[in-house]
């Protein structure tokens, strides 16, 4: 059977993985301001409807 031949190019540089944290990082600080955006917007709804209906109790 033939040998795998591991040359130094193949390495990953530390280069490599700085630049793979930086990009994990902001993905990871991407998501979690979206996330945030998407509760802020959740909770908006819940009041525009809780303001329905109190509109809707009022008129009744």
Not at 18 to 38: H, N, Q, W
Request: hydrophobic share 45%; glycine share 8%; with cysteine.
């Amino acid at each position: 059977m033939p040998r795998a031949i591991v040359s130094p190019n193949n390495r990953t540089s530390e280069k490599d993985l700085i630049m793979a944290r930086k990009i994990l990082l902001v993905f990871g600080i991407a998501t979690m301001s979206l996330t945030a955006a998407a509760c802020n917007t959740v909770k908006g709804v819940g009041q525009d409807i809780e303001s329905v209906g109190e509109a809707g109790d009022d008129a009744i």
